[in-house]
């Protein structure tokens, strides 16, 4: 089965801090790939970063970062430096061989001034 | 460029009547994927549509349905209408097929239902 886990639902810092979103994964296909969205209070769910299987090299994208291990089945999402427009939910999502994408349950960050 | 557009962005319905949303995808993107999000069961993939095929579903019941049409517009579809679909409904498109490519999301539909 897969399954995408996000074990914080809610996360609260001070602007400026680091903060790390927790994403754990299970699949049995070898092929896949994960994903992290981005929801503000809009709703418009926001694309930030597509990694697969095959590539775990850790990326950095401004004050965003994620890490990607394989060995954990964990794919870490880092903002670095947080502003109040971090603000958001943000959903881990996981897609293998059947092409059909599973969302973990979200975590709702606060960003407080 | 104009980004994904969903009409409408707020419907009110009743137990038992049927609702069609429409998702107007970026120009050019011709993949138009159906998604649902409820406090519950959280952000769960109804289906996506290629092409005017639909070339994957999520587990829903039949009384989800859509279609896209030559202009990769696309219509998701609800009939019989329960407590339980009140939800956002949100639609993303992309240039290519299948989850792998970048997808655009639009602002959603937000339906409920009485």
């Known amino acids: 089965a897969q399954k995408v886990t996000q074990a914080q639902t809610e996360i609260s810092v001070v602007e400026k801090e680091d903060v790390t979103l927790d994403c754990v994964y299970e699949?049995?296909?070898?092929?896949?790939?994960l994903f992290w969205y981005k929801q503000p209070p809009s709703g418009e769910l926001v694309f930030l970063i597509r990694?697969?299987?095959?590539?775990?090299q850790n990326e950095i994208s401004g004050r965003y970062s994620w890490n990607f291990q394989k060995s954990t089945s964990s794919f870490n999402f880092t903002i670095t430096a947080s502003q109040v427009v971090d603000s958001a939910v943000y959903f881990c999502?996981?897609?293998?061989?059947?092409?059909?994408?599973?969302f973990g349950k979200g975590t709702r960050l606060h960003i407080l001034p | 460029k104009a980004g994904v557009t969903q009409t409408p962005r707020y419907l009110i319905k009743t137990r038992g009547q049927q609702v069609t949303l429409s998702c107007s995808p970026i120009?050019?993107?011709?993949?138009v994927s159906w998604y649902q999000q409820t406090p519950g069961q959280g952000l769960q993939f109804l289906f996506e549509?290629?092409?005017?095929?639909?070339?994957n579903k999520g587990n829903f019941p039949g009384r989800f349905s859509g279609r896209q049409f030559s202009n990769s517009r696309s219509e998701m579809n609800v009939s019989t209408l329960e407590l339980g679909d009140s939800a956002l409904y949100l639609c993303?498109?992309?240039?290519?097929?299948?989850?792998?490519?970048?997808?655009?999301f639009g602002p959603g539909t937000r339906l409920t239902v009485l």
């Open positions: 993303a498109s992309s240039l290519g097929q299948g989850m792998t490519d970048t997808q655009y």
């Open positions: 699949t049995r296909d070898t092929t896949y790939y």
């Open positions: 990694r697969n299987s095959f590539d775990e």
């Open positions: 999502a996981l897609m293998s061989r059947d092409d059909k994408i599973i």
């Open positions: 120009s050019g993107h011709r993949s």
């Open positions: 549509y290629f092409s005017e095929t639909q070339r």
